[in-house]
């Protein structure tokens, strides 16, 4: 298993080309929706608080179970907000 501090940098990481994904949108593509484009990076921001919180506290007893559930979690949202930006572009 991965140490917290890798896996809050993970994390970081995800969030933040995900975030800055949504800002080039933004800046190639003027013609796009930019309120459900603020709604993405609104999502985003929230994702990343929800998910380093969720890391910081983990819950004592079945911390293996805990771990896979934060990992589907994650993908789960990650791919919503992928699905998101690629959903604006057409």
């Known amino acids: 298993m991965a140490k917290r501090r890798d896996l809050k940098k993970n994390v970081n990481y995800i969030a933040s080309e995900l975030f800055a994904e949504c800002a080039v949108q933004r800046l190639l593509f ?4 930019k309120t459900e484009l603020d709604k993405l990076m609104t999502e985003v921001l929230a ?13 004592p007893g079945n911390v293996k179970g805990f771990y896979k559930k ?6 789960n949202k990650v791919n919503e907000i992928i699905d998101g930006i690629e959903k604006l572009n057409k």
């Open 70 to 75: 934060f990992h589907s979690d994650f993908s």
């Open 47 to 59: 994702m990343h608080t929800e998910f380093i919180s969720r890391i910081s506290h983990t819950t």
């Open 30 to 33: 003027p013609n796009i929706d």
